[in-house]
Each structure stands twice: as C-alpha cells, then as structure tokens.
C-alpha cells in the first residue's frame, strides 16, 4: 500500500527567504505526482503536476521535483509571501487513477 | 474556468440524521472522487467512479454510507445515521477518463459537523 509522508508537518518563515517543502512516497510505480495548496476551510487547488518521465516542473515561484528511484519531491518556493501562507498536500497518481494523499506541511509566511 | 461543483458547502446535524452531498464534476469528465478530510490532516479516498460504474470503494463504511453516480454525470454521498466521528470536509474532484496524465480538480468541499 502506498504511503507519502510531507516534512515538515509545520514551517513558520519571514517574508522573502527561498523554502523547500518535502514529499516521500513508499512505492515508486507511479504515473505522476501532484502538489495541491489548501487554505483554510476550502478545497484544493491544483499547483504542479509532475508526469513519471519528468523531472521537474515550474510555475511562477514554484518549482517542484521528482525523483522516482529515491521515492521523493520537493516543492520549491522562491521568494516567499504572506500570500503564500496555506496547507501544501502532495499526492501521487497510481495505477487507475488512484491519488495517495500526504499529510500536509502547514505554512506561515510572516511579514 | 469549468469548476467542480458541491453543495452544501456547510451541514449541521444531528448524531443518527441523514445528510447528503451532491457533486458536479467538470463537464466531460467521467473519473469522480468523494474523498474525506478530517481536520489536520489529508484527504482520504472513500469512493472512485468511472462514469456510473464504482472502481474503488474499499475505504466507504457501507454500513453507513452510500454513494451512486446514476447517470454517469453529478454524484450523491449519503451518509446514515451520522455519527460524531464523521464531522470533517468531504471533497469531490474529477478527472478526464483514461487519461493517466491523472490531473484532479477539486471542489470547494462539504464540511460536515455532528453534533
């Protein structure tokens, strides 16, 4: 059974400073693999999605890797803000289609 | 922007109520997701449909819970009785069929309180 761990579970930082938030997963047949921001008490959106041939992709200040073999990603934030303060899920894509939810790294951004 | 769509977005009931969720996924996406989050941490597949058919519900409390996708389109979670354990956020997302590209596209959620 597939299992994705995210470190660290919780990140406080000052406005400006680059962060790297951490996503493992047990099994490494995968299709691809998704990063998703939640803010508080709504649902999630889609940030990056990484196909299993890649090795990276980016968006804006977003830059997020994968390393299949070694069964890891980070998501990369460049330049941080207030704005980027939420919960970062990462999930990977399995066989049918199946989604495997990490726990979460809880951001704070702080002015 | 084609968007997923719930409602409600927040229910109150009672400990052994009914409650009912409805999902409208993207237009012309035939994989539908119920997962569910409970505070803190995340989300939890309860149920996958393939158009109308269920492709994976070994996570649903049968005993309570039911879920169906008659016509292949928009999809209803029921959950009877509720118990208090069962408060958390029930989210819906959709996919393009067959595609493993596996993109999901989420709605804003149904959270649920039982008191």
């Known amino acids: 059974k597939q299992e994705v761990t995210q470190i660290p579970a919780a990140l406080s930082v000052p406005e400006g400073e680059n962060l790297v938030l951490n996503c493992s997963f047990t099994?490494?047949?995968?299709?691809?693999l998704q990063w998703f921001r939640q803010d508080p008490g709504k649902g999630l959106t889609s940030l990056l999605l990484?196909?299993?041939?890649?090795r990276e992709q980016t968006s804006g200040r977003l830059n997020a890797s994968l390393d299949k073999s070694s069964g890891r990603s980070t998501l990369y934030i460049a330049a941080s803000q207030p704005g980027d303060s939420a919960t970062y899920l990462c999930?990977?894509?399995?066989?049918?289609?199946?989604?495997?939810f990490g726990g979460g790294t809880r951001l704070m951004v702080k002015p | 922007e084609a968007e997923v769509a719930q409602s409600p977005r927040y229910k109150i009931t009672e400990k052994s109520q009914a409650v009912a969720f409805w999902c409208d996924p993207i237009s012309g996406h035939a994989t539908l997701y119920w997962y569910r989050q409970i505070l803190g941490q995340g989300p939890e597949l309860l149920v996958q449909f393939q158009d109308e058919s269920v492709v994976d519900d070994s996570q649903l409390p049968k005993d309570r819970f039911s879920a169906e996708r008659l016509k292949g389109v928009d999809s209803t979670l029921k959950i009877q009785p509720a118990e208090l354990g069962d408060s958390a956020m029930y989210l819906c997302?959709?996919?393009?069929?067959?595609?493993?590209?596996?993109?999901?596209?989420f709605g804003e959620g149904s959270r649920l309180t039982v008191l």
């Open positions: 997302a959709s996919s393009l069929k067959g595609q493993n590209t596996g993109e999901l596209f």
């Open positions: 999930a990977v894509i399995g066989a049918g289609n199946m989604l495997t």
């Open positions: 099994d490494s047949a995968i299709y691809n």
């Open positions: 990484i196909q299993s041939s890649q």
